[in-house]
């Protein structure tokens, strides 16, 4: 496998296989020096359009520890704005020979696009409301290591229609055998929920009692500029994952967030940092996760069917 | 063709874990640290043995060596399994375990994966079989067997507790195309 | 050229169909009968069929003011070479066609050219802005006959009741809608749907478009004056026309050969080839269509032919603008997705691209009968030539076609312009 644009290009073996790998590179992190090798001379550019400093750091680490060397093209603004288009940025930076870009980008699809450009292999960091493939392996890895995924029950709680995160926990999700409820105002849907494999839920009382995990998704607040919902304050008395609602939760729910939360919108501040959240294992889980995918498609070449 | 038989692996082991002892003065501060898999299976071996004879416990460790070879890239490279040492290694002898010494490559891998766990006080090599054909200036210090082969053939171990059935060791001729001939087992 | 004779063709026409050789002489139909003869040039026409050129009532020629992606010389070889012996040019130019000097030099263009008659369209409002009326009278005195603000819709429905209301006073114009309104489709990039959901791109729904038929259906009338809808992409669409012309109103609808032969399906690798407004939508979107190109309730098949410089199409999807190539597919698309799977007959498929545009732009000399006495206006094809579509192989600028790489079948082999031949054996004479 060259690229990994979304979790479209894995089917349940290679999804498996590299939340396998990944376990390795989770006991790597632990160690006193946590560095192997593995890619050293592999050369990893990192385009990032929208600032994001988390998981540009997270993607970065984890290709440092792979021993590789890093570039990193944080696009401000003003680089934008002097015209360098995204194909000249591409073809600048594969003239300086570059094995693998990781790209984030504001327009669903650029990775795709950056894919026909270039010989390295390239990694999906987010694009638009698209896809979030590494975002969806570390939720899994997370998940999987508390509870088995086949038959568990999953609640994506929040503004699903513009959420790439959502998309990719779909279908990671579904490939590993969890059955996914999303629970949203209708007009923080996806427009169109054909092919979709899962239940919704416009009333997440309904549904809190009875679900294992909730996975709770970032409230974007430009969204109400878009008359898509009233107040904050409303969204979060109907989808806020309150105290209230919390202790409806069975008693070994667990919690995650993609992060960055807002604490006291989608999440309450004590259940955000309590014990059954399970977000700050998932950002270490990160860099073992992009460790991973990083040697599949530069290491070893046939780890991922 | 087979050129070990288990009568001559389990002599060829006891003689190892003597020489291991031997050579370190008693085996106070050895670890004996083996690599998947086989290698891993010879280590256990090996401090049963010495457990009985010299009344002590050597510790055992697993190592992977995946992120640490030299053909990443090259060919398909899946870990096998966790790295797991269970004693500091910084100060000790590592008696390092494998199952067949042949390029050498394996073994330098296997010590820059050592030197990430710590710095032992001397690493030491044990394999079963030593083929031939280095490309590295490694060398064994405890030898099973001496066994000159040509590059084209293929060495195969085979141990109760990882391949089932008896242990023996076999020399295949392989075909230009892969195949095998000549593959007569114990 | 004083005479020449196109011999051994399948003569078809509003007329009917005969099988007939065409004399052709000082830019007039001369003799239309079996085995005519001639000492001066044959056009060698065995196997083709002999049809009054196509005029597209809907082509982004982008001069002035987009030159690196098309000008009016590169669109009209295009357009000779799809077989149009007419166009109408869009006004979405910089500066637009909203005034007599702009339109004056762009018609001054196409007869230097001299591959196709260019004729222009006008803007509805200044600068296309939606708020004061163009200078509707003026154009129509060089010529105008199509008043459109394409590329944008007239969002307010008290402006384009008064634009309806003004060309009521000018005999023959029509006013053409672009039917999207902005409000519903802004931000859109593909049609909202299964895939636009699917793979995360905001969508333009077809309520954007046809909410602005249903409007501008009632407001013709209100006011009596002929309203033609452009691209029209939308099942609900092609309903609503329907039932316009049921009541007797003067409607009038085309489309693009990609609404009846391409879905939103395309999109999936996001590939900004398949990036179009309005967008590409669902496979009963395009049976609707096809049902309306077969039953009349669509007037004429318009190629929105709308070239982009390479470079903006290599960009992400929601980046890239919107746009296809259509003037050298169309005849081909055509033929390939209605002819051969027997939704139109081949002579219902020329009413489309050649007699019946020709009427709704008022051509008089397009589109005519082939008879003694015509002016030479003609497309001479081979329905049954397969050829694959290669972008570079095209005589437009740009490269933006969503058909490459397919294979079709039906190929211009030449096309006559008054009396020039100026596509011969499929490449351009000048």
Same mark, same amino acid.
């Not at chain 1, 513009?162 to 999700?173: F, G, P, Q, T, Y």
């Not at chain 1, 500029?225 to 008395?237: I, K, S």
């Not at chain 3, 039906?410 to 096309?415: A, C, D, E, L, P």
């Given at each position: 496998m060259k690229h990994l644009l979304s979790i479209d290009d894995l089917d349940v073996e290679s999804l498996t296989d590299l939340l396998d790998l990944s376990e390795h590179f989770v006991a790597v992190n632990q160690r006193d020096i946590p560095k192997v090798p593995a890619l050293r001379g592999k050369v990893v550019a990192s385009l990032f359009y929208e600032d994001s400093t988390r998981t540009r750091l997270s993607f970065e680490t984890a290709a440092k520890r792979l021993s590789c060397d890093v570039m990193t093209f944080s696009v401000s603004q003003s680089s934008v704005k002097k015209g360098e288009s995204l194909l000249d940025t591409v073809q600048t930076i594969e003239a300086m020979g570059i094995d693998a870009i990781v790209i984030r980008h504001p327009a669903a699809g650029a990775p795709h696009r950056v894919a026909e450009w270039t010989d390295a292999s390239v990694i999906n960091a987010g694009d638009g409301r698209h896809a979030h493939p590494t975002q969806a392996l570390l939720d899994a890895l997370t998940l999987r290591r508390h509870r088995e995924l086949n038959g568990l029950r999953v609640a994506i709680v929040g503004d699903v229609r513009h959420s790439r995160v959502a998309r990719s926990n779909v279908k990671a999700l579904d490939l590993l055998g969890a059955d996914v409820t999303l629970v949203a105002p209708p007009t923080l849907l996806p427009e169109s929920l054909e092919g979709w494999p899962?239940?919704?839920?416009?009333?997440?009382?309904?549904v809190?009692?009875?679900?294992?995990?909730?996975?709770?998704?970032?409230?974007?607040?430009?969204?109400?500029?878009?008359?898509?919902?009233?107040?904050?304050r409303e969204y979060t008395a109907r989808y806020g994952l309150t105290e209230a609602r919390a202790e409806r939760l069975k008693p070994d729910a667990l919690i995650m967030h993609p992060g960055p939360m807002n604490r006291g919108v989608e999440v309450a501040a004590s259940v955000a940092d309590g014990p059954a959240s399970l977000v700050t294992e998932q950002v270490a889980n990160g860099v073992a996760?992009?460790?991973?995918?990083?040697?599949?498609?530069?290491?070893?070449?046939?780890?991922?069917? | 063709m087979s050129v070990l038989d288990a009568g001559d692996l389990r002599r060829a082991q006891t003689r190892i874990a003597h020489e291991i002892v031997e050579r370190n003065r008693g085996a106070a501060d050895v670890v004996l640290v083996g690599l998947y898999t086989r290698g891993l299976a010879i280590a256990r071996r090996l401090t049963a043995a010495i457990a009985e004879f010299e009344d002590l416990d050597v510790p055992v460790g697993a190592l992977d060596v995946s992120f640490y070879r030299d053909d990443i890239g090259l060919r398909a490279v899946t870990p096998t399994g966790p790295t797991e040492v269970p004693v500091d290694i910084t100060g000790r002898v590592v008696v390092l375990v494998?199952?067949?010494?042949?390029?050498?490559?394996?073994?330098?891998?296997?010590?820059?994966?050592l030197t990430e766990l710590g710095r032992p006080r001397a690493i030491q090599l044990a394999v079963l079989v030593d083929r031939g054909h280095r490309e590295l200036p490694i060398r064994p210090d405890f030898v099973g067997k001496n066994l000159p082969t040509r590059i084209g053939e293929d060495v195969r171990v085979r141990l109760h507790e990882v391949d089932g059935g008896l242990d023996s060791v076999e020399l295949r001729a392989e075909t230009i195309d892969g195949g095998e001939e000549g593959m007569v087992p114990a | 050229m004083p005479e020449y004779l196109i011999k051994g063709g399948r003569?078809?026409?509003?007329?009917?169909?005969?099988?007939?050789? #065409?004399?052709?002489?000082?830019?007039?139909?001369?003799?239309?009968?079996?085995?005519?003869?001639?000492?001066?040039?044959?056009?060698?026409?065995?196997?083709?069929? #002999?049809?009054?050129?196509?005029?597209?009532?809907? #082509?982004?020629?982008?001069?002035?003011?987009? @030159?690196?992606? @098309?000008?009016? @010389?590169?669109?009209? *070889?295009?357009?000779?070479r799809g077989g149009f012996t007419a166009v109408v040019a869009m006004p979405n130019t910089r500066p637009a066609l909203d005034d007599a000097a702009v339109v004056s030099s762009v018609l001054a263009l196409g007869k230097e050219a001299g591959l196709c008659d260019v004729v222009s369209s006008g803007c509805i409002t200044v600068a296309r802005a939606g708020e004061q009326l163009a200078p509707m009278g003026e154009l129509y005195a060089l010529g105008v006959r199509i008043f459109t603000d394409d590329g944008f819709c007239v969002a307010s429905a008290g402006v384009m009741r008064r634009a309806l209301e003004y060309a009521a006073s000018l005999p023959g114009a029509i006013v053409a809608q672009h039917a999207e309104d902005e409000t519903l489709a802004a931000g859109g990039h593909m049609h909202e749907g299964a895939w636009s959901s699917r793979l995360g791109i905001p969508g333009r729904p077809s309520v954007a478009e046809t909410v602005i038929v249903a409007r501008d259906i009632e407001l013709c009338e209100v006011t009596g004056t002929p309203v033609h809808f452009l691209h029209c992409s939308a099942a609900g669409t092609v309903a609503l026309v329907r039932a316009a012309k049921a009541r007797g109103l003067p409607v009038s609808a085309e489309c693009a050969p990609h609404h009846f032969s391409l879905t939103d399906e395309c999109c999936e690798g996001f590939d900004p080839q398949f990036k179009v407004h309005p967008p590409l939508r669902t496979q009963a979107d395009v049976e609707a269509i096809r049902e309306g190109l077969a039953d009349g309730t669509i007037d004429a098949i318009a190629t929105d032919h709308a070239p982009h410089t390479p470079e903006s199409k290599e960009r992400p999807f929601e980046e890239a603008p919107p746009g296809m190539l259509g003037l050298e597919t169309a005849l081909a698309v055509t033929i390939t997705e209605l002819v051969e799977p027997g939704?139109?007959?081949?002579?219902?498929?020329?009413?489309?691209?050649?007699? *019946?545009?020709? *009427?709704?732009?008022?051509? @008089?000399?397009?589109? *005519?009968?082939?008879?003694?006495?015509?002016?030479?206006?003609?497309?001479?094809?081979?329905?049954?030539?397969?050829?694959?579509?290669?972008?570079?192989?095209?005589?437009s600028r740009a490269r933006n076609t969503p058909f490459a790489g397919r294979t079709l079948r039906g190929k211009v082999r030449h096309t006559v312009l008054n009396g020039d031949v100026v596509v011969r054996d499929g490449a351009a004479t000048r």
């Amino acid at each position: 496998m060259k690229h990994l644009l979304s979790i479209d290009d894995l089917d349940v073996e290679s999804l498996t296989d590299l939340l396998d790998l990944s376990e390795h590179f989770v006991a790597v992190n632990q160690r006193d020096i946590p560095k192997v090798p593995a890619l050293r001379g592999k050369v990893v550019a990192s385009l990032f359009y929208e600032d994001s400093t988390r998981t540009r750091l997270s993607f970065e680490t984890a290709a440092k520890r792979l021993s590789c060397d890093v570039m990193t093209f944080s696009v401000s603004q003003s680089s934008v704005k002097k015209g360098e288009s995204l194909l000249d940025t591409v073809q600048t930076i594969e003239a300086m020979g570059i094995d693998a870009i990781v790209i984030r980008h504001p327009a669903a699809g650029a990775p795709h696009r950056v894919a026909e450009w270039t010989d390295a292999s390239v990694i999906n960091a987010g694009d638009g409301r698209h896809a979030h493939p590494t975002q969806a392996l570390l939720d899994a890895l997370t998940l999987r290591r508390h509870r088995e995924l086949n038959g568990l029950r999953v609640a994506i709680v929040g503004d699903v229609r513009h959420s790439r995160v959502a998309r990719s926990n779909v279908k990671a999700l579904d490939l590993l055998g969890a059955d996914v409820t999303l629970v949203a105002p209708p007009t923080l849907l996806p427009e169109s929920l054909e092919g979709w494999p899962v239940q919704v839920s416009h009333d997440f009382d309904d549904v809190i009692s009875e679900v294992d995990v909730v996975m709770l998704l970032r409230m974007q607040f430009e969204r109400q500029g878009e008359a898509l919902f009233p107040t904050v304050r409303e969204y979060t008395a109907r989808y806020g994952l309150t105290e209230a609602r919390a202790e409806r939760l069975k008693p070994d729910a667990l919690i995650m967030h993609p992060g960055p939360m807002n604490r006291g919108v989608e999440v309450a501040a004590s259940v955000a940092d309590g014990p059954a959240s399970l977000v700050t294992e998932q950002v270490a889980n990160g860099v073992a996760v992009r460790m991973a995918v990083l040697f599949s498609l530069l290491g070893s070449g046939a780890t991922i069917a | 063709m087979s050129v070990l038989d288990a009568g001559d692996l389990r002599r060829a082991q006891t003689r190892i874990a003597h020489e291991i002892v031997e050579r370190n003065r008693g085996a106070a501060d050895v670890v004996l640290v083996g690599l998947y898999t086989r290698g891993l299976a010879i280590a256990r071996r090996l401090t049963a043995a010495i457990a009985e004879f010299e009344d002590l416990d050597v510790p055992v460790g697993a190592l992977d060596v995946s992120f640490y070879r030299d053909d990443i890239g090259l060919r398909a490279v899946t870990p096998t399994g966790p790295t797991e040492v269970p004693v500091d290694i910084t100060g000790r002898v590592v008696v390092l375990v494998d199952d067949v010494l042949y390029t050498g490559r394996t073994v330098r891998a296997a010590m820059d994966a050592l030197t990430e766990l710590g710095r032992p006080r001397a690493i030491q090599l044990a394999v079963l079989v030593d083929r031939g054909h280095r490309e590295l200036p490694i060398r064994p210090d405890f030898v099973g067997k001496n066994l000159p082969t040509r590059i084209g053939e293929d060495v195969r171990v085979r141990l109760h507790e990882v391949d089932g059935g008896l242990d023996s060791v076999e020399l295949r001729a392989e075909t230009i195309d892969g195949g095998e001939e000549g593959m007569v087992p114990a | 050229m004083p005479e020449y004779l196109i011999k051994g063709g399948r003569v078809i026409d509003a007329t009917g169909e005969r099988t007939a050789d #065409v004399l052709v002489r000082d830019g007039k139909v001369a003799d239309v009968a079996p085995d005519l003869q001639t000492t001066e040039d044959v056009i060698e026409a065995r196997g083709c069929i #002999v049809s009054p050129g196509f005029v597209d009532l809907h #082509v982004h020629l982008r001069e002035p003011g987009d @030159e690196e992606a @098309e000008t009016i @010389e590169t669109g009209t *070889r295009a357009a000779a070479r799809g077989g149009f012996t007419a166009v109408v040019a869009m006004p979405n130019t910089r500066p637009a066609l909203d005034d007599a000097a702009v339109v004056s030099s762009v018609l001054a263009l196409g007869k230097e050219a001299g591959l196709c008659d260019v004729v222009s369209s006008g803007c509805i409002t200044v600068a296309r802005a939606g708020e004061q009326l163009a200078p509707m009278g003026e154009l129509y005195a060089l010529g105008v006959r199509i008043f459109t603000d394409d590329g944008f819709c007239v969002a307010s429905a008290g402006v384009m009741r008064r634009a309806l209301e003004y060309a009521a006073s000018l005999p023959g114009a029509i006013v053409a809608q672009h039917a999207e309104d902005e409000t519903l489709a802004a931000g859109g990039h593909m049609h909202e749907g299964a895939w636009s959901s699917r793979l995360g791109i905001p969508g333009r729904p077809s309520v954007a478009e046809t909410v602005i038929v249903a409007r501008d259906i009632e407001l013709c009338e209100v006011t009596g004056t002929p309203v033609h809808f452009l691209h029209c992409s939308a099942a609900g669409t092609v309903a609503l026309v329907r039932a316009a012309k049921a009541r007797g109103l003067p409607v009038s609808a085309e489309c693009a050969p990609h609404h009846f032969s391409l879905t939103d399906e395309c999109c999936e690798g996001f590939d900004p080839q398949f990036k179009v407004h309005p967008p590409l939508r669902t496979q009963a979107d395009v049976e609707a269509i096809r049902e309306g190109l077969a039953d009349g309730t669509i007037d004429a098949i318009a190629t929105d032919h709308a070239p982009h410089t390479p470079e903006s199409k290599e960009r992400p999807f929601e980046e890239a603008p919107p746009g296809m190539l259509g003037l050298e597919t169309a005849l081909a698309v055509t033929i390939t997705e209605l002819v051969e799977p027997g939704t139109l007959t081949l002579s219902d498929a020329l009413a489309l691209l050649s007699w *019946r545009p020709a *009427r709704l732009a008022g051509l @008089e000399a397009h589109g *005519r009968p082939i008879v003694p006495d015509a002016p030479a206006n003609l497309t001479i094809f081979d329905p049954g030539h397969e050829w694959v579509v290669e972008p570079g192989g095209l005589a437009s600028r740009a490269r933006n076609t969503p058909f490459a790489g397919r294979t079709l079948r039906g190929k211009v082999r030449h096309t006559v312009l008054n009396g020039d031949v100026v596509v011969r054996d499929g490449a351009a004479t000048r």
